[in-house]
């Protein structure tokens, strides 16, 4: 029965060491889902950048004001779409900031403040990987030993209860003297 119990806290602590490894993988991928966000918006926004440094100082929301305030429906309604590109642009900017810092802080930051669309673009389209770079082999092996450990702390709950159990039964069940 030991060596079972051995065997299975090997493959625990294998099976950890795979999901381990999957966190740098993830992130990095989704980081790289708000790059291509970014670019785009950043592409969409090029040429309204370049109207507003013509005639608004580089000001992109002098720009979108003077859209809004036109008597042209037309500007009127490009003023919405702009705003738009323009949050937009400025929404992935601050996540690609924030993804920039050390793979813990960018697992923290993607657990808390993802964006939602991205995120769920990044776990339909998302391809394991096992990785062998410090940092995912330092989460591989972290998550392991978590795994192990969590499999030793149930396995020594079992195995007490059962020794109670046991104990109880054989305890209930002696013959009288």
Not at 57 to 74: A, F, M, P, W
Not at 83 to 90: D, K, N, P, V, W
Not at 105 to 134: F, G, M, W
Request: net charge neutral; with cysteine.
């Amino acid at each position: 029965m030991r060596i079972i119990r051995e065997y299975l806290r090997l493959a625990i602590f294998a099976i950890g060491l795979l999901c381990g490894v999957q966190i740098p993988a993830f992130v990095d991928q989704y980081q790289k889902r708000v790059d291509a966000h970014l670019l785009e918006a950043q592409q969409n926004l090029a040429g309204f950048k370049l109207t507003a440094e013509r005639y608004f100082e580089g000001d992109i929301e002098k720009l979108i004001t003077h859209y809004r305030n036109s008597t042209d429906s037309v500007f009127k309604r490009d003023a919405e779409n702009v705003q738009l590109i323009f949050e937009r642009e400025q929404s992935l900017q601050a996540q690609w900031d924030n993804l920039s810092a050390g793979i813990i802080k960018r697992a923290y930051y993607l657990l808390t403040d993802h964006n939602p669309q991205i995120l769920q673009e990044t776990v339909s389209q998302y391809s394991y990987t096992v990785p062998l770079n410090p940092s995912a082999l330092g989460w591989g092996i972290g998550i392991a030993l978590l795994f192990a450990a969590l499999f030793d702390m149930s396995m020594g709950v079992c195995v007490k209860t059962c020794s109670v159990c046991y104990r109880a039964v054989r305890t209930s069940h002696k013959p009288a003297s």
